[in-house]
């Protein structure tokens, strides 16, 4: 790890005035610090959030969630509010990383995790995410784990987060703020595909914080399911995930959110896919012909083409387990 | 990001005053910022019990107890542990007796050559801290941020499903302020 100073300031208009272009904020550090033990990020200054009052869950006027960004990850998804009200959530979040990691990483940090695509994890390599212009070697190398939606010549890495593909079905929204003031994200605005730029994984810029996430209202808690497919059974990042939220009327679908992880820079989603779902009614006909429909918009490479099965298959056990009530196993 | 630094800013990087509760004693340390927990442990207290797996968050060899919940100590910075509750696997037996835990670990040999073992035994308190595992597959599931490469998971779920209904209740469950 390179030499860095440290401030742990105490207010977030201190921390923002404390950030730089060599800066960056530090609160679980789970993976900042691992990348700084890799070579891979080397920031001459640490600034400590963690002392800042950011770490509370409080409902919102609209009857929503407003999650501070210091919330840990683990304290989210046990919170009684989640696991009764957003319990899709709750799922993703357990469904990631380990409990010790849970207990450490923050709701804010969860979001802005890179890649672990392992060329860009290898120094040694070039990669355009880490070094702009070097090449891609993982679109013509070892590619099974990449993405096989949204996919740019220049990158074809996947985002790692659970927790933002339950966020993205959820239509959760980030809020930020700079030196040029506050402002809110739609999360489907929040993570960038790679196109000419991969080094940019969000709209953040150098100088925001985010401060909190806000859930609304309506936290499809009846009927919800996330699933998640890896290589192993536990404590490792999805080969394919969805998270399946339905408002249904009877057997007949009022509303449907499908996103899914592990295909792309940022979690899925398919809103043609989603509108026709509206008015549908239940039925394991009804959902492969939306896994079918989401699934002919996919460009897999030389070795992940079986994420295209795979994630037809997922796609309908999760809006079919959402149908049953969640609990389907 | 890379950067080069002053002369000024690099005379900056001072050793940081801090103060925790580490095994039930306060201690007043200076750490440089970039010193994990878990080289602070070993290398400066001689606290060898947490050990360094593959120091990447990945294997919890170095798993201790931070106000009674389980970290990975390799990803922990030692300056932001002012002020914390620190207990490690040192920290765990009483005077007169190991911890309920520890014992279950020896009676259902758990282990093989150990390298795991205070990861796993420090883990397993932090799973019970939680109150969250009470099947055996649970606790597989929640102990999954433990590898054992020696293979002994089924000894070890089985020494944590005894050990469980032993160790000190939860206080109250999480986000219940």
Redesign the interface.
């Known amino acids: 790890?390179?030499?860095?100073?440290?401030s742990k300031p105490e207010t977030v208009q201190a921390a923002i005035d404390l950030s730089s272009?060599?800066s960056?904020f530090?609160a679980g550090?789970?993976n900042l610090?691992?990348l700084m033990?890799e070579n891979l990020?080397?920031?001459?200054h640490?600034i400590?959030i963690?002392g800042l009052p950011l770490a509370d869950?409080s409902e919102t006027p609209s009857g929503g969630v407003m999650i501070g960004a210091l919330v840990s990850n683990?304290?989210l998804a046990?919170?009684?509010?989640?696991e009764r009200r957003y319990p899709l959530l709750s799922q993703a979040i357990l469904a990631g990383?380990?409990?010790?990691?849970r207990?450490?990483a923050s709701t804010g940090g969860n979001l802005l995790q890179r890649t672990r695509c392992y060329y860009f994890y290898d120094a040694n390599v070039p990669c355009n995410k880490r070094q702009p212009g070097s090449g891609c070697p993982a679109r013509s190398g070892l590619n099974r784990i990449h993405a096989i939606f949204g996919a740019s010549d220049q990158c074809v890495a996947t985002h790692p987060s659970d927790m933002c593909v339950a966020l993205a079905a959820l239509e959760a929204v980030v809020h930020v703020l700079g030196r040029g003031g506050a402002r809110t994200i739609e999360f489907a605005d929040f993570h960038r595909l790679p196109g000419d730029a991969p080094e940019r994984d969000n709209q953040l810029a150098d100088d925001e914080l985010i401060t909190a996430i806000e859930l609304p209202a309506a936290g499809f808690a009846e009927h919800s399911h996330y699933l998640k497919v890896r290589d192993r059974?536990?404590?490792a990042f999805a080969l394919v995930s969805v998270a399946a939220a339905l408002e249904l009327d009877g057997p007949v679908i009022r509303q449907a959110r499908l996103a899914l992880g592990g295909v792309a820079h940022k979690p899925w989603r398919d809103r043609a896919v989603e509108s026709w779902l509206s008015g549908q009614t239940v039925s394991r006909e009804t959902f492969t012909a939306a896994a079918d429909a989401l699934l002919q918009n996919a460009e897999p490479l030389e070795h992940n083409g079986f994420k295209v099965r795979l994630a037809r298959r997922a796609i309908v056990r999760a809006l079919s387990d959402a149908a049953l009530g969640g609990q389907a196993k | 990001m890379s950067a080069t630094l002053s002369e000024a800013t690099q005379a900056s990087f001072v050793r940081h005053p801090i103060r925790l509760t580490l095994n039930g004693q306060v201690r007043e340390l200076q750490v440089l910022p970039w010193t994990t927990l878990l080289d602070l442990l070993r290398e400066q207290l001689d606290l060898v019990g947490s050990k360094k797996g593959c120091d990447h968050g990945q294997c919890g060899a170095c798993t201790v107890l931070r106000d009674g919940k389980r970290i990975n100590a390799c990803l922990t910075l030692a300056v932001m542990c002012d002020g914390v509750e620190l207990t490690t696997i040192e920290g765990l037996a009483g005077d007169d007796a190991l911890h309920p835990m520890q014992q279950a670990f020896i009676t259902h040999d758990a282990f093989q050559c150990g390298y795991c073992t205070p990861g796993q035994i420090c883990s397993a308190v932090g799973l019970a801290n939680e109150g969250r595992a009470r099947t055996g597959a649970q606790i597989s599931e929640l102990m999954s941020g433990n590898l054992c490469r020696c293979g002994a998971y089924n000894n070890i779920r089985d020494a944590i499903e005894e050990a469980l209904p032993l160790c000190p209740q939860p206080q109250a469950p999480e986000g219940e302020q």
Not at chain 1, 1 to 6: A, I, S
Not at chain 1, 41 to 44: D, I, K, L, S, Y
């Open positions: 790890m390179n030499p860095f100073q440290y272009p060599v960056r530090i550090g789970t610090l691992d033990k990020t080397r920031p001459a640490l400590d963690t869950l683990a304290d046990w919170h009684p509010w989640i990383a380990s409990p010790q990691l207990n450490m059974a536990s404590y």
